[in-house]
């Protein structure tokens, strides 16, 4: 008997979430289940909420949502949420919450690093001198610079581009941070590359499905632009071995927000929103999509 707690889905492994749910709520192991059809089928008609832990977990679509009659509420893992069908829950009235803002800086950070490894071709470096080439020659003076680009402007408007292409063939570097998701599929696609140009060079940030992955091969292996860095990738963990295979292209593991600190930072609020909400409380981060209150539940 779950006694009076509220009845959680979790969908996957992750020890500091699960550990601040136990506390609080019942908590149904999906990864545990050596049957997950009939595991649904026996929980489903109690489970009033889901968390969703990051990685490679299943989508939180409509099919999932609608066989768990009480459900109220998806508390998600990440700023990013495009794995959950956030406009049919807020439809329904299901709460979706994700885990903005304590993540912001580590993020910002890693984009920095990326944009600076992949313009001043430091990985690249750092593989020469423990190759022992240093002791040859110097390393190749890199081709690009973000020399005079960076400049302090207060109060200055940013000027808007109504045209992607426009911006693309204007800018040096063009880096991606947009949310996922059908809207921005493939958004980077060949045209954009080709305005980008032989010098332009692009950061991704966001999801590797805004990116149209074989245009960007395409791209590199024709020159059509000077060099990409990664964070994100269409398949993850799966990456493209003609990307992996370019010396020129800088690739991260998904490295965004992947400090110790961030992370347990994220974790703790996956469980803050469901407690709150579990106390009968507004939950801390609901999406755009599921403004609190919610509807009723269709």
Known sequence: MAGDKAEVLMLAPKQAILEGLEKAFTVHKLWEAPEREAFLGATAPRVRAIASTGGPVPRIDAALMSRLPVLEIVSSFGVGYDHVDAGWAGAHGIIV???????TEEVADTALGLLLCTVREFPQAERYLRAGKWVEKNYPLTPATLRDRSRAQPDVP??????????????????????????????????????????????????????DEPALIEALREKKILTA??????SEPEVPSELIEMEQVVLFPHLGSASVHTRRAMDQLVVDNLIAWGAGKPPLTPVPETPWPPSKRK
Not at 97 to 103: A, G
Not at 189 to 202: E, M, R, W, Y
């Open 229 to 234: 860095g990664l964070d994100v990738f269409v």
């Open 158 to 211: 940013y000027r808007h581009y109504g045209n992607l292409i426009d911006m693309a063939r204007e800018a040096d570097v063009l880096l991606v941070v947009t949310p996922g998701g059908t809207e921005t599929k493939n958004l980077i696609d060949a045209k954009v590359l080709a305005a980008l140009g032989p010098n332009g060079i692009l950061i991704n940030m966001a999801r590797g499905s805004v990116v």
């Open 97 to 103: 919450t994700n885990t903005p803002d304590v993540l």
